[in-house]
Structure formats: C-alpha cells, structure tokens
C-alpha cells in the first residue's frame, strides 16, 4: 500500500506543503498561496528576480500531485502553436494527427512570459480560461488538475511586452517569492550545488485527489457576512480616488476561493474575516491600477493595504 491510501485529504493537503516546504525553504506563506491557489482552480503569476526559487515552486508542485511538469521560455518568435501543438501529417494512416504542445501538462511553468508577443501570450492565457486548446477547429482539452505558473521580472522593462489589464486579471493571484531569510540561505548554500539543486519531492497525492480536494474548498462555508465583507472591499477598490481600474468582479470571485483554500490548510470547515484579509492583497494587487505616476504593484498594495484598513471586518 502506498502512503497516499488511508490518508484523510486533510493529512495528504498537510504532506504537499511540508514536502515542498522541503525544497523552498523559508517561504511558508508563499507556499501556502500558492498551494491554496492550485487547489481553488485559480493560477499563479510570480515576480521576482532570477534564482529565488520559481521554477523549485512550479516543480515541486507538479512532484507533489504525481503529476506532469512542462517548463516554457517565452521569447520574443515564440509562437502560438509552439506552446498549444499543431496538426502533422501522419504518413502511415495518411491523415493528420495532432501533436500536443508543452502546455499539455498538470503544471505548467511560462518562464518570463511578459518577453513574448502578444499572439503567444493570448494564446496561453485564453487556454487558462478555458482549460482547453482549439486547433484547426477541433478541441483538446487540457489535462486535469492544470495550473500555470507565469514568470516575470519586474526590473526588468527592455524588451518586454507588458500583460494588459484584462490578461492579468486572468491570474488568480500574483506572488512575490523574495530572497530566503539568513538561515534558510545559509541551509541553501550548504546544500546544494550547481549541479545538484533539488527541487523535486516525494509524492503526496494523486492527481484526482486534486480534484476532490477541490471538491472540499467549495464545501467550505461563507457566510452572507463573508460575502458582504469581500464584495465592499473590491467596491471600495473601485472608488478609491488614485485608482484607474479597481478590482473586477473575477477578482473578488478569486478572493471568496482563495480565502476558502485558506480556510481549509488551516483546518476550518468556515471562512474567517482574517483569511480574506490575508488572501486580499496576493489576489487583488495585480487587478488594481492606480492613476498616472503612480501606477506599479508598489502603489496598487499601499491603495490595497489603505482599503483593508477601512472597510469594516464582520467580526
């Protein structure tokens, strides 16, 4: 018997983060998003520098579920069909066949995905919607659980093709990865080499147990106060006078699953006022767009940090 069966999904949701915690060290909070993330159906868009541990999260996380991982580097002649597939010829049966590209997997990491053209970036994010690719007129759809895990350097402009508002808003929630702390470093350099970083766990689910833990986030209560807490706080984003595009409805959906997500790692049957407080700014920043010079995530948090300060918490 493998030490998946007989395990609650509860102890199996606790096993995927400690694993992971394994490898991404020092990061519990951003484990636990992104974690809460996958498993409310919503994907993720990571900015940091280079080298603090994306693509460690995106592996870890398709090894945790048993599943399948496809990295993708978007470049500039990166075309649609390179990340969706095409249809060959198959000469023995003299028909064509369709060839699935990289982004036929459980997760899928889109490496610098603002360095790409805008046909490729539709091309993935429409998939993200949809969870399903239409090539040629036919249909295909995406493996089950699908995540995508999106990269991009916010210090770095040149060159780049900068997601517009209603693509972002396709991302669930946005995270900042960050360097470790001092001992989590230090544990890192000592560990590892050049040749030899781990980033690849013990399984601790299958993939269909991702689905019936999905099952359980929307079995998580929301009271009516819950609801109402959340609706004002993307209202108030909307009427804040530095704000040129506040938060969609899309938006404060994410934030009712992600706050569930949360709920449920911490082992509550309810959503509590504090588990939207923390999910807020995670899955609200990149959908605020603050006016004139001031736009950037650095303004979109301190609006978003206001907002939470002053929209009254149910309890």
């Known amino acids: 018997m493998s030490s998946m069966e007989g395990k609650s999904l509860a102890e199996l949701l606790s096993s995927l983060?400690?694993?992971?915690?394994?490898?991404?060290?020092?990061?519990?909070?951003?484990?636990?998003?992104?974690?809460?993330?996958?498993?409310?159906?919503?994907?993720?868009?990571?900015?940091?520098?280079?080298?603090?541990?994306?693509?460690?999260?995106?592996?870890?996380?398709?090894?945790?579920?048993?599943?399948?991982?496809?990295?993708?580097?978007?470049?500039?002649?990166?075309?649609?069909?390179?990340?969706?597939?095409?249809?060959?010829?198959?000469?023995?049966?003299?028909?064509?066949?369709?060839?699935?590209?990289?982004?036929?997997?459980?997760?899928?990491?889109?490496?610098?995905?603002?360095?790409?053209?805008?046909?490729a970036q539709s091309a993935l994010l429409e998939a993200m919607s949809e969870r399903q690719v239409t090539v040629d007129n036919r249909t295909y759809p995406l493996p089950e659980p699908f995540l995508v895990i999106a990269t991009q350097n916010p210090y770095e402009q040149h060159g780049t093709y900068p997601l517009p508002e209603s693509q972002l808003d396709r991302f669930n929630l946005r995270l900042r990865l960050s360097y470790p702390d001092r001992d989590s470093e230090r544990r890192l350099i000592r560990e590892n080499n050049l040749l030899t970083m781990r980033d690849g766990i013990p399984a601790a689910m299958r993939p269909e147990q991702v689905?019936?833990?999905?099952?359980?986030?929307?079995?998580?209560?929301?009271?009516?106060?819950?609801?109402?807490?959340?609706?004002?706080?993307?209202?108030?984003?909307?009427?804040?006078?530095?704000?040129?595009?506040?938060a969609s409805p899309r938006g404060a959906i994410g934030l009712k699953s992600t706050s569930q997500a949360l709920a449920l790692l911490s082992g509550r049957d309810h959503v509590t006022p504090g588990d939207v407080r923390r999910a807020a700014i995670p899955v609200l920043c990149h959908r605020v767009f603050p006016k004139g010079d001031a736009a950037g995530s650095e303004a979109a948090q301190a609006i978003l940090e206001e907002v939470l300060s002053v929209v009254p918490s149910p309890l």
């Open 211 to 246: 689905r019936a833990l999905r099952v359980e986030v929307d079995r998580v209560t929301v009271h009516d106060a819950i609801v109402d807490y959340i609706q004002r706080i993307a209202a108030a984003t909307r009427r804040h006078p530095a704000v040129r595009l506040g």
């Open 17 to 119: 983060r400690a694993n992971i915690e394994t490898v991404l060290l020092g990061k519990r909070e951003s484990v636990n998003l992104a974690i809460a993330s996958f498993i409310a159906g919503g994907h993720v868009l990571l900015e940091d520098v280079p080298g603090t541990g994306k693509t460690t999260l995106a592996r870890a996380l398709s090894s945790g579920i048993s599943g399948t991982f496809r990295r993708i580097q978007f470049t500039s002649d990166l075309l649609p069909q390179d990340i969706i597939g095409v249809h060959i010829l198959d000469a023995d049966r003299k028909s064509f066949v369709f060839s699935p590209g990289p982004l036929f997997a459980n997760v899928v990491l889109a490496d610098e995905i603002n360095r790409s053209n805008p046909r």
